[in-house]
């Protein structure tokens, strides 16, 4: 029964040699056949088989696993470089204006001197 378990079989033919097994408490007058050439041939079929044939697995295993996005490349050195080195000159320029805008009204130590000086 063992052959059933192979996917998509539903028919088993097997050859079986009979063989006669009289017991020791049996009669004496039980007849003793001569089985030394005899078999005996079972074929057994099954509609529809145990374990039927897949032809086709569905869901496929790439429609299960997606495919990982692409690895990100990274720009050259220079590039980074040059980018970082715009980025901190335009902060730079940026935090000067806000000082400058900060003290415009207020004249410096140096320009008190000078108006003292000349009046």
């Not at 057994?44 to 086709?56: F, K, S």
């Amino acid at each position: 029964m063992g052959d059933f378990t192979v996917p998509g079989t539903s028919e088993i033919t097997k050859r079986c040699h009979l063989l006669q097994v009289i017991e020791a408490d049996a009669p004496a007058d039980t007849i003793k056949y001569n089985l030394e050439n005899t078999f005996l041939k079972v074929t057994i079929r099954l509609d529809p088989a145990i374990a039927p044939l897949v032809t086709e697995i569905k869901p496929t295993l790439a429609e299960l696993i997606p495919n990982p996005p692409p690895i990100p490349k990274f720009p050259p050195a220079r590039e980074c470089i040059s980018e970082f080195k715009n980025e901190l000159q335009l902060s730079m320029e940026s935090l000067a204006l806000e000082y400058s805008q900060m003290f415009a009204k207020e004249p410096n130590s140096n320009e008190k001197s000078k108006l003292s000086l000349t009046v």
